[in-house]
């Protein structure tokens, strides 16, 4: 079935990248938003939505799609956990694929991740690194925190165990912490990496993009996964059948 899909964010490097994987998968860019253009009007005439823009007009979009009864499709990240929860409170009105990143890759890095970090102890510390490329203008990452979720959860720990970066006397490293680090420069499209240490031994589970499309293919697959689903927030492990 060929859709008609609008693109919000359609300037932005994610947005061309969607452009070319819509077009690829046989399916129609009815609308290619951005500032200062009619969401709306686009919307109207299309199936979906897929979001990639900033993170301070997801409001818009979702309550936008909500009104009409379209599906979205979002990757925009950068929302405090404020903005979130009020966010998800509109999301669940219409079929929302919410999600860090896109990537089966990545997704299935996740999935990993939470299995190591409910079969290792908690001697075996967990730290995140990421790095993406100098115009990236937050941090850490939608996938870090993807990531950082599917380490918490397991080991029973909350966002005050996260802890972003380490300067001066810190003293000594608990158990419980889980370590954050962004790295930014270049052109780096994204890197990942999950570190488990204990004495003696590390493991490392690492993903690294080197082009946009593999997001962008993850998007389209989303969008049309959500035709016809029921009113809800999903995640892209669902779209790719790995829960």
Same mark, same amino acid.
């Not at 570190?195 to 997001?215: C, M, P, Q, V």
């Given at each position: 079935?060929?859709?008609?899909?609008?693109?919000?964010?359609?300037?932005?490097?994610?947005?061309?990248?969607?452009?070319?994987?819509?077009?690829?998968?046989?399916?129609?860019?009815?609308?290619?938003?951005?500032?200062?253009?009619?969401?709306?009007?686009?919307?109207? *005439?299309?199936?979906?939505?897929?979001?990639?823009?900033?993170?301070?007009?997801?409001?818009?979009?979702?309550?936008?799609?909500?009104?009409?009864?379209?599906?979205?499709?979002?990757?925009?990240?950068?929302?405090?956990?404020?903005? *979130?929860?009020?966010?998800?409170?509109?999301?669940? *009105?219409?079929?929302?694929?919410?999600?860090?990143?896109?990537?089966?890759?990545?997704?299935?890095?996740?999935?990993?991740?939470?299995?190591?970090?409910?079969?290792?102890?908690?001697?075996?510390?967990?730290?995140?690194?990421?790095?993406?490329?100098?115009?990236?203008?937050?941090?850490?990452?939608?996938?870090?925190?993807?990531?950082?979720?599917?380490?918490?959860?397991?080991?029973?720990?909350?966002?005050?165990?996260?802890?972003?970066?380490?300067?001066?006397?810190?003293?000594?490293?608990? %158990?419980? %912490?889980?370590?954050?680090?962004?790295?930014?420069?270049?052109?780096?499209?994204?890197?990942?990496?999950?570190?488990?240490?204990?004495?003696?031994?590390?493991?490392?589970?690492?993903?690294?993009?080197?082009?946009?499309?593999?997001?962008?293919?993850?998007?389209?697959?989303?969008? %049309?996964?959500?035709?016809?689903?029921?009113?809800?927030?999903?995640?892209?492990?669902?779209?790719?059948?790995?829960?």
């Amino acid at each position: 079935m060929s859709l008609d899909i609008c693109i919000n964010g359609a300037k932005g490097r994610m947005g061309i990248a969607i452009a070319e994987a819509v077009e690829e998968a046989g399916h129609t860019v009815s609308g290619r938003v951005d500032i200062g253009d009619d969401l709306k009007a686009s919307l109207e *005439k299309s199936d979906v939505v897929i979001d990639f823009s900033f993170h301070a007009v997801t409001k818009n979009v979702f309550e936008t799609a909500a009104a009409l009864g379209k599906p979205v499709v979002c990757g925009t990240t950068g929302h405090s956990l404020e903005e *979130k929860a009020s966010l998800l409170k509109i999301a669940e *009105k219409m079929p929302t694929i919410w999600a860090g990143n896109f990537s089966i890759g990545v997704n299935l890095l996740c999935y990993l991740t939470e299995k190591a970090a409910s079969i290792l102890p908690q001697s075996f510390n967990a730290e995140i690194v990421e790095m993406h490329h100098r115009l990236k203008k937050d941090a850490p990452s939608g996938t870090a925190l993807m990531l950082a979720d599917s380490i918490l959860g397991p080991r029973d720990l909350t966002e005050d165990d996260l802890r972003h970066g380490r300067e001066g006397i810190t003293g000594e490293r608990t %158990e419980r %912490e889980v370590g954050m680090h962004a790295l930014r420069g270049g052109d780096v499209v994204g890197d990942h990496t999950v570190l488990f240490a204990d004495l003696g031994e590390r493991i490392e589970l690492s993903h690294k993009a080197s082009n946009r499309s593999i997001f962008a293919r993850g998007a389209v697959k989303a969008a %049309e996964w959500s035709i016809g689903k029921t009113p809800g927030v999903y995640g892209i492990r669902e779209v790719l059948g790995l829960d």
